[in-house]
């Protein structure tokens, strides 16, 4: 039978108590409840709740407790079950049960010592069963480890599956219309005027943050962020592979632009204390970003600084797709964590206390790197 908290104490001290988590429910717990009934009064199972194990074992039940109770109830040695709403101390005090029934395994390890008092000052006799098996913890590891093996496994192969079946951007898709064109939700553009709203105090930030003596923005289409920089007073330099973008620059920063591939590192004669790469990772595939982001270690003397988009959804380290409906030349999205590991692997270190010092709007998208 069911029974809840407010029920317990008509129980009238008839009972024995067993007690634990039973998750997930095993033989060696069916053997606990049976050497239990075998001592001759009615079975009261006391079931630990759902934070109980999370806060405890460190994990999420695998069954919740309101489906545990129903599988215990069933289980013919047990007379009365319920779930415990606040310890097993608690329940004691209030059952008073004439036994209190533990495996032979807490003899050795010592019962608590308010549960101990309890059972003292309530004339509970402690009775330990000789029926000591595999717990539901070991279980659980073993099931999540198991587990875990083989959806990394899985993972690795759609991994690799998606990154081989990628193909690069056409160069020629980013033409003037798709700058300068309104095609974008909410008539975004690379306008001067449009992308100043847009970036609101990133100029300011970056300069206060990095206090840069040389940036380098890799990717940086027509050029907003480097004339925003430069109206700082920064000394700013860009890549871009598009001569869409280029010619879309401003005069002024137009011959700071060299013409080369965001994925290749090139001798460019100068060097960089920051390398920015923003909103460009998207537009490359798996094997691009790899080498774009080993190229942009080698750019920088000390920072780099990368805001991207991430997998929308994401609950594994290899979870990689696409954003087309946002842009049809957004080819990749991945976890985030996996991004800063191919950086990490670079030998650079991450600095998250800038990167909160840039993400003013919290958007959860910068990542920044400073050499080791």
């Not at 004439?98 to 019962?111: A, F, T, V």
Request: hydrophobic share 40%; aromatic share 8%; net charge negative.
């Amino acid at each position: 039978m069911i029974i809840t908290a407010d029920k317990l104490a008509s129980l009238d001290a008839s009972v024995a108590m067993v007690d634990g988590c039973f998750d997930p429910l095993h033989a060696g717990h069916l053997r606990y409840f049976e050497a239990a009934a075998a001592c001759g009064l009615a079975v009261l199972c006391n079931i630990q709740n759902d934070d109980y194990i999370r806060n405890t074992k460190n994990r999420p039940p695998l069954l919740p407790a309101e489906q545990r109770i129903r599988l215990i109830d069933a289980l013919a040695p047990i007379a009365y079950a319920c779930i415990c709403e606040g310890t097993t101390a608690d329940m004691l005090a209030v059952v008073k049960p004439l036994q209190y029934l533990k495996g032979s395994d807490w003899q050795s390890r010592g019962l608590p010592v308010r549960e101990v008092d309890i059972c003292r000052e309530n004339n509970i006799e402690i009775v330990y069963l000789d029926t000591v098996a595999e717990s539901s913890t070991d279980l659980a590891t073993r099931y999540g480890d198991a587990l875990g093996r083989a959806r990394c496994a899985r993972d690795a192969d759609v991994f690799e599956t998606y990154v081989h079946r990628q193909k690069p951007v056409e160069k020629s898709m980013y033409d003037k219309a798709y700058f300068c064109g309104e095609w974008r939700d909410g008539g975004e553009n690379y306008t001067i005027e449009k992308r100043r709203q847009i970036e609101g105090r990133n100029p300011i930030n970056i300069k206060e943050v990095f206090d840069p003596e040389r940036v380098l923005d890799v990717g940086c289409g027509p050029g907003a962020l480097l004339t925003f920089l430069h109206e700082l007073d920064v000394d700013v330099y860009g890549i871009d592979n598009s001569p869409a973008a280029i010619a879309a620059a401003p005069e002024h920063v137009r011959d700071r632009i060299f013409k080369r591939d965001a994925t290749d590192f090139h001798n460019l004669g100068k060097s960089f204390d920051l390398v920015i790469c923003r909103e460009v990772l998207e537009h490359l595939t798996a094997f691009e970003i790899r080498r774009a982001v080993n190229a942009l270690a080698q750019y920088t003397s000390r920072f780099i600084y990368v805001t991207t988009r991430y997998h929308p959804r994401s609950v594994s380290l290899l979870d990689i797709t696409d954003d087309f409906q946002t842009d049809p030349t957004h080819v990749t999205v991945m976890n985030k964590d996996f991004l800063r590991i191919l950086f990490v692997l670079e030998g650079l270190r991450s600095r998250p206390d800038l990167e909160a010092r840039l993400d003013w709007k919290r958007a959860g998208r910068v990542l920044v790197f400073e050499k080791a």
